[in-house]
């Protein structure tokens, strides 16, 4: 299945889904692979938890939160007002 998707011989892989409005992640699912280590999937949407649990997957693929966090569609009046 990885191969149809072109990523057959790759270890670093992440699939992530996410909503958003206005800024504040709503709810995050994501599953990956970092130097050959599989990681998730997890599925969130607690209020308190959403961001947190975005944050994991994003450092666990390597992404440093600051950078996780500079997303134009988290920024409020992104989609229009």
């Known amino acids: 299945m990885l191969a149809e998707a072109g990523l057959g011989d790759t270890t670093n892989w ?4 996410y909503s958003t409005w206005g800024g504040r992640i709503d709810c995050v699912y994501g599953l990956g692979s970092s130097a050959g280590r599989a990681f998730g999937p997890v599925d969130e949407s607690g209020r308190d938890t959403v961001e947190p649990t975005y944050l994991e997957l994003m450092s666990a693929f390597g992404v440093a939160s600051a950078d996780a966090l500079n997303f134009p569609p988290f920024v409020r009046g992104f989609w229009g007002e």
């Open 14 to 17: 992440l699939f992530i889904d």
